[in-house]
T-cell receptor, first 109, second 112 residues
Framework: DAKTTQPTSMDCAEGRAANLPCNHS???????VYWYRQIHSQGPQYIIH???NNETNEMASLIITEDRKSSTLILPHATLRDTAVYYC??????????FGAGTQVVVTP | DVKVTQSSRYLVKRTGEKVFLECVQD?????MFWYRQDPGLGLRLIYF???????EKGDIPEGYSVSREKKERFSLILESASTNQTSMYLC???????????FGDGTRLSIL
């Protein structure tokens, strides 16, 4: 009973921006939107998180809609090393940090 | 950068053995977590700890126990390993409940 919905897969050309959507229509007021990615055979890597406002760091930007029912992770200039499974997660209470199936992103030359 | 280190990347044990998985973090984080990751099931929380000697059950604690004697170290114990505990085990830590969890690279455990 994942609380987020993401596309199963998407392709992106190297050097282009990758826009990864996530729907979370049942988000609660105290829940943050977190994004992680997992490269094959490694542990999940934290990317970014936000509550209401858009956020940007050295890895990515996070755009959250005003009603907070969906968000988009933006990788501004995708590289081959960005090929990974990307997870959108809601977290607002202890221990309930549930990863869904995620989006398999393949960056092609 | 936060460093979460798991003692083994790959481990093979036999049914009935007692198995210890070790996790160490170097950032003085209060909270530590153990998950297992299985295809089609995502990550599932086994146990977590918010302080030394404190532990809380996650979603699937059966067959596991944990130990946190020091702040930086969180151990997962399989009391009597069974084949259905073959999985990827991931340890994570966070400063507090409102900050990101940082993960180790995982231990791929096979129980024969």
């Amino acid at each position: 009973d994942a609380k987020t919905t993401q596309p199963t897969s998407m392709d992106c050309a190297e050097g282009r921006a990758a826009n990864l959507p996530c729907n979370h229509s049942t988000i609660s007021g105290n829940e943050y939107v977190y994004w992680y990615r997992q490269i094959h055979s490694q542990g999940p890597q934290y990317i970014i998180h936000g509550l209401k406002n858009n956020e940007t760091n050295e890895m990515a930007s996070l755009i959250i809609t005003e009603d907070r029912k969906s968000s988009t992770l933006i990788l501004p200039h995708a590289t081959l090393r960005d090929t990974a499974v990307y997870y959108c997660i809601l977290w607002g209470s202890w221990g309930k940090f549930q990863f869904g199936a995620g989006t398999q992103v393949v960056v092609t030359p | 950068d936060v460093k979460v280190t798991q003692s083994s990347r790959y481990l093979v044990k036999r049914t009935g053995e007692k198995v210890f998985l070790e996790c160490v973090q170097d950032m003085d984080h209060e909270n530590m977590f153990w998950y297992r990751q299985d295809p089609g099931l995502g990550l599932r929380l086994i146990y977590f700890s918010y302080d030394v000697k404190m532990k809380e059950k996650g979603d699937i604690p059966e067959g596991y126990s944990v130990s946190r004697e020091k702040k930086e170290r969180f151990s997962l114990i399989l009391e009597s390993a069974s084949t259905n505990q073959t999985s990827m085990y991931l340890c994570a830590s966070s400063i507090n409940s409102n900050q990101p969890q940082h993960f180790g690279d995982g231990t791929r455990l096979s129980i024969l």
